[in-house]
Nanobody
Framework: QVQLVESGGGLVQPGGSLRLSCAAS????????MGWYRQAPEKQRELVAT???????NYADSVKGRFTISRDNAKNTVDLQMNNLKPEDTAVYYC????????WGQGTQVTVSS
């Protein structure tokens, strides 16, 4: 069965960095567009970044220049490096896989606070 397991969340001060990782299994990772989404309290889930099969990337305007998404097709992982974090980045971050079928991980909490 498809599994997406996120890790790396936590509490960080404004201006700090975190690296999220998503370990994928149960499908052919190399054919999937992988993405990170987030959902803050009382807000809708929103796109953070995606990385396609050919490694082309797409970012939300709010994170451009601060976040970097990457994938390792040999290890079946997709990472999100987050720098210069802001309080408004506080949310549950979800890993997503899409290849015509769409799957979500359970999410990892990121809290940016002093």
């Amino acid at each position: 069965q498809v599994q997406l397991v996120e890790s790396g969340g936590g509490l960080v001060q404004p201006g700090g960095s975190l690296r999220l990782s998503c370990a994928a299994s149960g499908f052919i990772f190399s054919i999937a567009t992988m993405g990170w989404y987030r959902q803050a309290p009382e807000k809708q889930r929103e796109l953070v970044a995606t990385i396609a099969v050919g490694s082309s990337t797409n970012y939300a305007d709010s994170v451009k220049g601060r976040f970097t998404i990457s994938r390792d097709n040999a290890k079946n992982t997709v990472d999100l490096q987050m720098n210069n974090l802001k309080p408004e980045d506080t949310a549950v971050y979800y890993c997503n896989a899409d290849w015509g079928r769409n799957f979500w991980g359970q999410g990892t909490q990121v809290t940016v606070s002093s």
